[in-house]
């Protein structure tokens, strides 16, 4: 995570959001009554989606049971029916 200033940011915001959006890197970004901190829209969206999915009960077990399972044991994608 990279840490400015709200001086050097303000100074660099332009460059400072187009590294935050090619490159994903949060900007904690302080200042007197405390700190802020910049992600992209793809890491924010993947933080809400995350949230989503460990909201639903026992979501999280069960991917973490699928994890374990083997490829063998698996269905084949072409015998899914959608």
Known sequence: ???????????????????????????NISTKDGNAVIISEDDYKGLMETLYLCSIPHLREELMSGLKTPLSDCVDESEVKW
């Open 1 to 27: 995570m990279t840490n400015i200033n709200i001086t050097n940011f303000r100074k660099n915001i332009f460059g400072i959001l187009e590294q935050t959006i090619k490159y994903n890197e949060p900007v």
